[in-house]
């Protein structure tokens, strides 16, 4: 039997914290071979997600403390939806279907949530990234947060060569 406590939280807030990245998993699952994945993740409000898509798997996740934005996209970046997922929300969870563009942002510091898909990990296939966002740790990405914490479904794509793009943004990237 394996039992999650609030402890565990508590120490995944305190290693999110101190991490460069701003997050921080614990894997339940034994091994990359294992045919179910699953992990805890805590997120601080700074984290950054690169918007990507799983082409070959969905992706379930329950948020058990604080709460997210989830945002889908289309082929270009465009904001096709946005969504307030958390555990004081309506909504606890969400499923993303195989081949949807989508990115979380945590709304509060030390959120958590819990994410199962299907195994095996395989790093080579397991995550493409949108050439149209930066990648982690690029100068862009505070600029580009900004721009996620504002948009909403059917307005304007994060523009490359736009004025608030020149501020630290310099696509294309890879």
Do not use: C
């Amino acid at each position: 039997m394996k039992l999650f406590s609030q402890t565990l939280l508590d120490e995944l807030t305190a290693k999110a914290s101190a991490s460069p990245r701003g997050r921080a998993n614990h894997n339940i699952h034994a091994s990359a071979a294992d045919p179910v994945q699953r992990f805890f993740i805590v997120a601080q409000r700074d984290t950054y997600f690169r918007p990507h898509r799983h082409l070959t798997k969905s992706e379930l996740a329950l948020v058990i403390r604080g709460h997210f934005d989830v945002l889908t996209f289309d082929a270009g970046g465009g904001v096709t939806g946005r969504y307030r997922v958390g555990s004081d929300t309506a909504d606890i969870g969400f499923e993303t279907p195989q081949g949807t563009w989508h990115t979380l942002l945590a709304v509060t510091d030390g959120a958590a949530f819990l994410e199962i898909k299907q195994g095996p990990y395989d790093p080579a296939s397991a995550a493409e990234f949108a050439s149209w966002a930066p990648p982690e740790g690029h100068e862009s990405v505070p600029t580009f947060q900004r721009w996620l914490r504002e948009a909403q479904p059917g307005g304007a794509s994060f523009e490359h060569g736009s004025a608030q793009a020149q501020r630290g943004f310099s696509g294309p990237l890879r």
